[in-house]
């Protein structure tokens, strides 16, 4: 074989060490825990002594830089085993192993970035292969470096269909800086894992989805050092048959030990056998150096280079002018990457494609994958990512949005058809819980803009901003109520309309600005006077504008929006004044699942309109006249 060395045996030999010293540091610190998972620890043993000391190039020192190697623990359970492993570097101390799941401690039974050699959080399995995806991407087509990406699957996690999508995305862009290795330990959590040790099955499987697959013993470190030497011309699967509690005679290859540290006792029996067979080998094996080939990157202070070019009263859809604004970001940083759905033509992220076609990745109808791939491109601060598809289809990968929020991850993401406002597309295609789905992640920020002019500065914020940002744009071309010279920031609302008969405050976002600005200019003729304000970000809400303009109008709140009743603008607004004395507030949103039919008159059949924002002032109006 071409590249391929076989190690000596005194290499062999340190290698077994390693995989032996990682069980007994795993076992060591799931005892002192009192939880972790040991027996899922211990089948990777060898596979990760390898990878670590004999095929991955990395400097232990630094485990972000840029020219590293990366390595994905998809089986997030065998944390212990990670941690382990880092210890043998030295870049952790052996005695801060014992801290394992400690309140004050690093070290949490999942690997999350709170360690520096951790790139995105795992533990809710199946993601870490899309995530795999993410920076191999990177690496070929964008970074243009020689690192390669290393991502433990376990054989449990092998059902879950997002594992799927991430093999064929990488077959189809030809992945060959990726090797998958699958811990086949053949057990499960509550039961065996459905093909057990029929590795055949896995390779046909793998082969399938057009990954080069080869079957070793993952106990071997002398199959694991060849195969894992192979050179690749495609993505690589090494399935590798394991044995769940390898070292721990007890629980080897049993059930009922998944999730169980082992009592004290039989802890020590154990690791007194296992370092029974550390055998002297007088050679210490060091990780080898990087190649220093990835590109310098700055991703601070993504700005466009000019300020929006629209005119008040032009008309304009808020996803297209997502799309031009996105190109137009483009131009002013070449690590600028968008991501879709095969929706591009609908989310206009298609413009970003047309005019910077090598940063654009198709990923086709895979929204799980999707979001998996942005993570992994967003990592070690390489690309400053979007990634659009319809605001509907996001809820199906939130596992994706909430690891992202728990990795720490800056993307970038944007919902376009949202609402009914989509029309006859009906209610499978209408965005209506999204805003409630993107409230619920920790120190997200939602956008929710209402012409071209916000929608382009809140792109501009979002590259900016840290942590997952959603932009929730809409179908209906509306007029630009903005100058271009508008001033827009995170958290801060615009009044839009106001004067000093104001006597009720309307909150709308997005459409239903548009609607309530109508139903202003139709009270005037009345003699009755409305407050419009555009909150701009949901979350953060400007609650202390919202507040104030209410106050001034005696307490009289209205918020009208384009989604469910549940966790949208009109709960957020409740959140933000609930301790505010003498607020009435009335909540206009979409009650119950609708149906196909024209915009307007969807906004009209289901009482979000400038008809029904008129009606409601009224009443809101004859209320306060008939209290008093």
Not at 275 to 304: F, G
């Amino acid at each position: 074989m071409e590249d391929y060395h076989k190690p000596d045996q005194q290499t062999v030999q340190a290698l077994r060490n390693i995989a032996n010293r990682l069980r007994i540091n795993s076992i060591k610190a799931t005892t002192a825990a009192g939880s972790g998972y040991p027996t899922s620890c211990c089948s990777p043993a060898e596979i990760m002594s390898v990878l670590f000391f004999h095929t991955m190039k990395y400097r232990p020192e630094d485990p972000k830089n840029p020219n590293n190697d990366r390595f994905i623990l998809s089986k997030g359970h065998a944390a212990p085993a990670l941690y382990s492993m880092w210890a043998e570097t030295g870049f952790l101390k052996e005695s801060e192993l014992l801290s394992l799941c400690q309140v004050d401690s690093t070290l949490e039974a999942h690997p999350t970035p709170k360690q520096p050699f951790v790139d995105v959080a795992t533990g809710s399995l199946g993601q870490g292969l899309g995530v795999a995806c993410g920076m191999a991407y990177t690496g070929k087509y964008f970074d243009k470096s020689s690192y390669r990406v290393y991502c433990l699957l376990g054989d449990g996690e092998m059902s879950e269909g997002a594992v799927w999508e991430a093999m064929a995305f990488a077959s189809y862009y030809q992945l060959d800086n990726l090797v998958a290795i699958l811990d086949i330990n053949r057990l499960g959590q509550s039961e065996p894992a459905p093909l057990q040790h029929h590795v055949e099955k896995y390779q046909k499987r793998c082969e399938a989805f057009g990954w080069h697959s080869i079957i070793v013993d993952g106990h071997s470190v002398e199959e694991l050092c060849k195969a894992l030497s192979q050179p690749r011309h495609q993505p690589t699967a090494i399935i590798a048959k394991t044995i769940k509690g390898k070292g721990i005679p007890v629980a080897e290859d049993k059930m009922g030990w998944h999730a169980k540290p082992l009592p004290k006792d039989m802890a020590e029996t154990v690791t007194r056998d296992l370092q029974s067979r550390i055998l002297n080998s007088n050679k210490r094996l060091y990780p080898a150096t990087p190649t220093e080939d990835a590109p310098p990157v700055s991703l601070r202070n993504i700005r466009m280079p000019s300020g929006p070019s629209y005119k008040p009263g032009e008309k304009m859809s808020t996803r297209k002018a997502y799309g031009m604004a996105l190109a137009k970001l483009g131009r002013y940083n070449e690590r600028v990457v968008a991501l879709d759905g095969d929706t591009k033509n609908f989310t206009c992220s298609e413009i970003f494609k047309n005019e910077h076609p090598n940063r654009y990745v198709e990923c086709y109808i895979a929204q799980q994958n999707m979001v998996s791939v942005a993570m992994g491109c967003a990592t070690r601060e390489r690309n400053v990512v979007f990634a659009s598809t319809l605001a509907s289809f996001f809820t199906r990968a939130y596992d994706q949005l909430r690891m992202a929020a728990i990795s720490e991850s800056n993307i970038n993401l944007c919902g376009s058809h949202c609402g009914l406002s989509i029309g006859e597309d009906g209610p499978s295609q209408m965005g209506l819980e999204d805003v409630a789905m993107f409230r619920s992640l920790p120190n997200a920020t939602v956008f929710y803009p209402s012409d071209g002019v916000s929608t382009e500065k809140a792109v501009e914020l979002a590259a900016n901003t840290k942590g997952v940002c959603y932009v929730r744009t809409s179908g209906p071309e509306n007029s630009i109520i903005y100058n271009s010279n508008e001033d827009f920031h995170v958290g801060q609302a615009k009044i839009v309309c106001q004067s000093k008969d104001d006597q009720v405050t309307v909150i709308g976002a997005g459409v239903t600005v548009h609607e309530a600005l109508a139903a202003a200019e139709q009270l005037k003729k009345e003699r009755i006077f409305i407050r419009v304000i555009d909150p701009f970000t949901i979350k953060p809400l400007d609650a202390k504008t919202i507040i104030d303009q209410a106050r001034s109008t005696r307490g009289r709140l209205i918020t009208v929006e384009d989604h469910y009743y549940e966790g949208g603008l009109g709960e957020a607004v409740c959140s933000a004044v609930v301790n505010e004395q003498g607020f009435s507030l009335h909540r206009m949103a979409v009650s119950h699942v609708p149906r196909s039919g024209k915009p307007a008159e969807l906004l009209k059949a289901y009482g979000i309109d400038r008809d029904a924002i008129t009606q409601a002032v009224r009443k809101m109006l004859s209320s306060s006249a008939n209290a008093k």
